[in-house]
DNA sequence: CCTGCCGCTGACAACGTTGTCAGCCGTGCC
DNA sequence: GGCACGGCTGACAACGTTGTCAGCGGCAGG
């Protein structure tokens, strides 16, 4: 910039208004600075900027993993508002691991990411309080914060949306319907569980536990729980999996069994569902409406907006493909 | 830092070497600072830092789309190795857009990042020649720079795969075989065709130009490019579909047509492929490798590596899994 | 003619670090 | 005792911006 300066010249700080577009220059210096930029090729230094200024139009995400479907597509929902926001987004992924989520979250506010979504991995979030402090704002998506911390989160109708699985089958003759959910320590598994349970009493069926497992998504465990379901004396005559990689884990499992398969709902959907045959019923979520309206709470508040913490649920919607339509035996 | 310094009873400048964890501090002083490090919840101003020191262990990935499988399993990959150099990742998405990619890359130059991993969209990098000579490091992946463009490069082996593809199909007996591929100005597209009939050529095959269908994987397309080649007299009986994309579209308006259907191989794999009957036959190419690689160029030329600039290609391999060993009828 | 104002420009400090260099003190050697 | 040296510490400038304030000349109004 002092280059330009020289080249042109005129004062840094004249330099520094062209640049900003700032008013109250004279067009004919203006112009003349411009021409400058353009020869010597000058852009900007933005650390610097960031230092004078404070702001970095950047904002931080942390997910589980970026190359998991549901989350590259909030990834890309959020990157899409950042963009239009003239935001940048560093992007981590925690592994559902607490201390790489928090590690991750604490780097970018050394950048100081003007702001952060977070897919929460764990229950403790006391190491945000002082960067809120500070004035980063965060925005959960997916799971809420912990009680007490008070912030804008954005979530699915995870119970609603079982509870519109549980309904489907039941409209379709079945009572025995086992649920396989993930860990119970996630929160949406465990409103998924919640959802399930509710739906079921809803409709004046027992829940039994003996059709109930939750735990990670390992092919392993599927198969021996599977095989010990359909080994009761009253088998499930339809399964309800608790997120888009159950889903496909029963399928894999299922496919290694004869016919006839019981009726399956997969909460979310994933690509190729209907390509499948039959093609997979499921509960849809909404995973770049996720992003996209963390995104827009986040740079709400960065423009200044304040109030009291917003909790939006979005809904979710069934979308019958065959496996779920399919009547018990 | 400064309160720190005051708090501690110690200048500015031991206080950032014991931030450093630079030598020559005495233990009982490091430890006040230390102290009064925690006391305060200071954290150190990564601007400030990176104004000062010129690196800002942050890298920027353009690729085509965050959500897309193959760019995110490559966008994880590259997180990974960024990870382990102690860097975060800017990542953006291009959508196949050259202005779109330009725009990225500067906005990320602005930023300072150490470096640029690109998957191009276009084929004018002469943007690019400032930042280099600034000493900005670039690696391109999937798709190479174009001539006169000297940087270190990781692709497939598009040409091979295809091949290898074509040959699987000749050796279950087949000799109509039929490409549908991208838009032939992307240049893994135009590779992979120039794959195809190459090893046409060698098997003593006439291509037959009205078995190859170059363009966008539009499901319409598709389904009027299928729709004209098995109405052909002499229909293939096999098809190679040059994408992931290609390949589901594919599969889609084959689903709408009653059987028999052509035996399929499609380049790059997908999840689930093997869950569709008959399980779809792939080319399967590295997208994480693509990333891993390129991020391990990138680094080693940030931590001082000079010499000629480097292209990888790395191998596919097929994976038969029903679809590509179907007979002719 | 003086005053006040406006449009434009520039000097200077500040943002929070780190690199450079100088200084202090104690120790060991001549 | 004088000197060199090493371990430790600190003062200061610099990185490239932007915010603040002051200054300049011209013009309108009193």
């Given at each position: 910039?002092?280059?330009?300066?020289?080249?042109?010249?005129?004062?840094?700080?004249?330099?520094?208004?062209?640049?900003?577009?700032?008013?109250?220059?004279?067009?004919?210096?203006?112009?003349?600075?411009?021409?400058?930029i353009?020869?010597l090729?000058?852009?900007?230094?933005?650390?610097?900027?960031?230092?004078?200024?404070g702001?970095?139009?950047?904002?931080?995400?942390?997910?589980?993993?970026?190359?998991?479907p549901?989350?590259?597509?909030?990834?890309?929902?959020?990157?899409?508002?950042?963009?239009?926001?003239?935001?940048?987004?560093?992007?981590?992924?925690?592994?559902?691991?607490?201390?790489?989520?928090?590690?991750?979250?604490?780097?970018?506010?050394?950048?100081?990411?003007?702001?952060?979504?977070?897919?929460p991995?764990?229950?403790?979030?006391?190491?945000?309080?002082p960067?809120?402090?500070?004035?980063?704002?965060?925005?959960?998506?997916?799971?809420?914060?912990?009680?007490?911390?008070?912030?804008?989160?954005?979530?699915?109708?995870?119970?609603?949306?079982?509870?519109?699985?549980v309904?489907?089958?039941?409209?379709?003759?079945?009572?025995?319907?086992a649920f396989?959910?993930?860990?119970p320590?996630?929160?949406?598994?465990?409103?998924?569980l919640?959802?399930?349970?509710?739906?079921?009493?809803?409709?004046?069926?027992?829940?039994?536990?003996?059709?109930?497992?939750?735990?990670?998504?390992?092919q392993?465990?599927?198969?021996?729980?599977?095989?010990?379901?359909?080994?009761?004396?009253?088998?499930?005559?339809?399964?309800?999996?608790?997120?888009?990689?159950?889903?496909?884990?029963?399928?894999?499992?299922?496919?290694?069994?004869?016919?006839?398969?019981?009726?399956?709902?997969?909460?979310?959907?994933?690509?190729?569902?209907?390509?499948?045959?039959?093609?997979?019923?499921?509960?849809?979520?909404?995973?770049?409406?996720?992003?996209?309206?963390?995104?827009e709470?986040?740079?709400?508040?960065?423009s200044?907006?304040?109030?009291?913490?917003?909790?939006?649920?979005?809904?979710?919607?069934?979308?019958?493909?065959?496996?779920?339509e399919?009547?018990?035996?």
């Open positions: 910039m002092k280059d330009v300066a020289t080249a042109a010249g005129v004062a840094l700080k004249t330099v520094s208004r062209v640049v900003n577009d700032e008013p109250g220059v004279n067009p004919e210096t203006a112009a003349r600075v411009r021409a400058a353009d020869r090729g000058y852009r900007r230094n933005e650390s610097a900027r960031v230092l004078r200024r702001r970095t139009a950047t904002i931080g995400l942390v997910i589980e993993d970026v190359s998991d549901f989350y590259s597509a909030l990834n890309r929902a959020v990157e899409d508002v950042a963009t239009r926001n003239g935001s940048l987004v560093l992007t981590g992924s925690s592994a559902e691991n607490p201390a790489r989520e928090r590690e991750l979250v604490l780097t970018f506010c050394d950048r100081r990411v003007d702001g952060l979504i977070i897919v991995a764990g229950n403790d979030h006391a190491y945000l309080l960067e809120l402090k500070a004035g980063t704002v965060a925005v959960f998506a997916d799971r809420p914060p912990e009680p007490g911390l008070d912030l804008d989160a954005v979530l699915c109708d995870n119970a609603g949306g079982v509870g519109q699985g309904e489907h089958l039941i409209r379709h003759g079945h009572r025995r319907i396989l959910g993930d860990h320590a996630i929160f949406t598994a465990a409103e998924r919640h959802g399930y349970r509710t739906a079921l009493e809803a409709a004046g069926i027992p829940a039994d536990d003996r059709l109930i497992s939750m735990g990670p998504p390992g392993a465990r599927m198969a021996v729980e599977l095989t010990r379901m359909l080994a009761l004396p009253d088998p499930p005559t339809a399964l309800l999996t608790g997120n888009g990689r159950l889903t496909v884990t029963a399928l894999r499992v299922l496919a290694t069994r004869p016919p006839p398969h019981p009726a399956l709902v997969g909460f979310d959907d994933f690509e190729l569902s209907d390509l499948i045959v039959p093609g997979v019923t499921v509960i849809a979520q909404n995973s770049s409406g996720l992003g996209r309206v963390a995104a709470l986040l740079f709400r508040r960065l200044g907006h304040t109030g009291p913490a917003r909790r939006i649920r979005l809904p979710t919607h069934l979308i019958a493909r065959g496996s779920g399919l009547p018990p035996p």
